[in-house]
């Protein structure tokens, strides 16, 4: 009779979790008297607890508000570590904490995270701003590390159910956790709560009063963690032990904590950047079968491709995975020769089988590379000995392309061009890419130069196209061909990128734009235009110059700039976290290709 009695008890105490006390950082405390307060010096505002609120800074004799532009969580972060919390969660604008009084003291600040305040910060300077108070920044500062994800699906459940697990007592069921090598596990649990969660039904395969659970040895520790889950609804997941309790949730059923889990991973694979992590993990996901996390580990794969190519577990690449990764466009790779380069030095030092190589030629996109470059493949890979009779077929497909215009093409041969062969991939190469840094100020040559996924020497040399690397034009001006086509060599087409950090940068542009879209990228052609050109062209959001984050499109001249690491609710977040907290610099790719009816992408 122990059961009814604490379910008796857990409907006395639903809903009375009781909220813990907040504390106040003793900097922040003392910032609340104006006595010792000096230039420099922030305070949180109007916050419902002492770790968020409206930022003020205090300068000549008097507190005033930050303006929101450019506000970000690197921003955020120095006014949080600065009150003693170890970092900012969200970096918040347009007065999410009610609008301030007194003069604005800061706008468009711009820190690199190790200052010890807003004033050592890059700023329009001292009460230099245009802003009105519905526009003072603000921020929601936290004292954990970044390292613990929390799931709570719990809703209107009180915390008396976990209480109930927690109190191991008044059980009908026992959880026997056995994992080899190491003392087996015994939790009490309630077979009328683990029943009644639809997540818990395939914990045992057969009715009785003991359930076991075959474990492996290093994820004993988290047992009892997946347990409670079931009653709670809620559990915190850390990297370190994310994987076993996704193991766990996928082999007993817990679909919803797996697909968390399964997410968790893409703050895991940024971290290993030699990729062995997401070849294990990739592995790991075809075994489990798990969808989510297999499509996680080749979108990071593909978009880092060209880091990939260089890295010592390149060898290492299955072929079904590396088959799924040239088929698709949005691999970024120098050039369609690069990656045909590097699939020859991995066919060499893998030695793999005839048959595969032949399958991973073939979604090598033949239409894409240069006439020039076609005539040199038999003397510069190895795979065109092995495989003359198929390189000989893909490169008559590519001279097709690049000296017969487009209605002989679509109408004479019937070849439909809307087929991945005639597509452009994100090709990094200055030839269709250009890059600029998160300060408009600096030039988009040394955002080129700082990017580390170059494959060979493309930097400062003659491209297929006679162009000598990236201009160093500091204002984002670059030219790229019209078309891939050889038949458009000598046609150019003009091209401006820019960082715009404010709504009046995006306007000096020629963009329209309102606040809650700020910043984005804008991209703007000017030259010759065909109409049966179209432009499918991306942005490539770069993480500390060490990692592809996201990728996104540009629609009508302007590309979203995600959140780096989900602080602001205003805009969706980062496909990959960026534990910097923000975007050091983005590379604008143009992508061409022939429309075959009237209407198109530009």
């Known amino acids: ?59 000549g004799g008097q507190w005033g508000t930050v303006c929101d532009n450019l506000w970000d969580l690197v921003d955020a972060s120095v006014v949080c570590r600065a009150l003693g ?31 010890s305040s807003l004033a050592n910060c890059s700023s329009l300077g001292w009460l230099r701003s245009k802003c009105r108070h519905n526009q003072d920044a603000g921020v929601i500062c936290s004292n954990e590390t970044g390292g613990a994800h929390t799931l709570d699906l719990s809703g209107a459940l009180p915390a008396a159910l976990a209480q109930i697990f927690d109190s191991q007592r008044g059980c009908d069921l ?68 994310v994987k076993c309790l996704h193991k766990l949730a996928s082999v007993f059923g817990a679909q919803q904590l797996q697909a968390y889990c399964a997410g968790l991973f893409a703050f895991l694979l940024p971290e290993d950047l030699s990729f062995q992590t997401a070849l294990d993990l990739h592995a790991y996901a075809l075994a489990m079968q798990d969808p ?51 699939l020859d030095a991995w066919s060499r030092e893998k030695g793999a089988a005839p048959g595969d190589v032949e399958g991973l030629v073939r979604e090598v996109r033949f239409p894409m590379i240069p006439p020039e470059d076609l005539f040199q493949l ?75 996924y170059r494959y060979g020497s493309y930097p400062n040399q003659y491209d297929s196209y006679g162009r000598y690397g990236p201009t160093s034009a500091p204002t984002g001006y670059f030219k790229t061909p019209q078309h891939p086509s050889f038949l458009f060599r000598t046609s150019r087409v003009s091209w401006t990128l820019a960082y715009l950090p404010t709504v009046q940068s995006c306007w000096n542009y020629g963009f329209s734009c309102s606040s809650d879209e700020m910043p984005v990228l804008g991209l703007s052609k000017s ?73 198109g992408v530009d």
């Open 174 to 241: 026992t959880v026997a956790v056995k994992a080899d090598g190491a003392e087996p596990l015994s939790l009490c649990a309630h077979s009328l709560i683990l029943t009644s969660n639809p997540e818990a039904q395939a914990l045992w395969s057969e009715p009785g009063s003991t359930v076991t659970m075959e474990v492996d040895a290093e994820c004993l520790p988290v047992a009892t963690d997946f347990i409670r889950y079931f009653y709670s609804r809620r559990i915190d997941v850390s990297l370190p032990n």
């Open 1 to 59: 009779m122990a059961l009814p009695r604490l379910l008796w008890v857990w409907l006395l105490v639903a809903g009375t979790q009781a909220r813990p006390a907040a504390h106040c950082p003793a900097d922040l405390c003392a910032l609340g008297s104006p006595a010792g307060v000096r230039d420099g010096d922030m305070r949180l505002a109007n916050g419902d607890a002492p770790n968020e609120g409206r930022v003020e800074i205090f300068y």
């Open 85 to 115: 919390f170890e970092n900012a969660t969200e970096a918040l604008g347009r007065a999410a904490f009610g609008p301030g009084t007194g003069p604005i003291m800061l706008d468009e600040v711009q820190c690199s995270g190790t200052e």
């Open 527 to 599: 030259g010759s235009s065909d109409p049966t050109i179209g432009y499918e062209n991306k942005a490539l959001m770069l993480c500390g110059g060490r990692f592809v984050a996201d990728v996104t499109a540009f629609e009508g001249g302007k590309a979203e700039i995600p959140s780096a690491l989900n602080a602001n609710s205003s805009r969706r977040a980062s496909f990959f976290p960026c534990p910097a907290g923000s975007f050091s610099s983005f590379r604008g790719v143009i992508r061409p290709f022939y429309l075959t009816n009237s209407s």
């Open 378 to 452: 038999q003397s510069n890979l190895s795979l065109y000995r092995s495989h003359r009779a198929l390189f000989q077929e893909q490169t008559l497909q590519a001279l097709e392309f690049h000296t017969v215009p487009l209605p002989l093409l679509a109408q004479l041969r019937g070849l439909n061009l809307s087929q991945d062969a005639y597509q452009p991939r994100l090709y990094t190469s200055p030839t269709w890419s250009w890059a600029v840094a998160r300060s408009s100020r600096e030039s988009s040559r040394r955002s080129y130069d700082s990017y580390p």
């Open 292 to 342: 989510t996390l297999e499509e996680l580990c080749v979108q990071f794969l593909a978009w880092n491709f060209e880091a990939l190519t260089g890295a010592e577990a390149w060898p290492r690449v299955p072929t079904a995975l590396l088959r799924a990764l040239l088929s698709r466009s949005e691999l970024a790779v120098p050039s369609e020769l690069a990656l045909l380069t590097a």
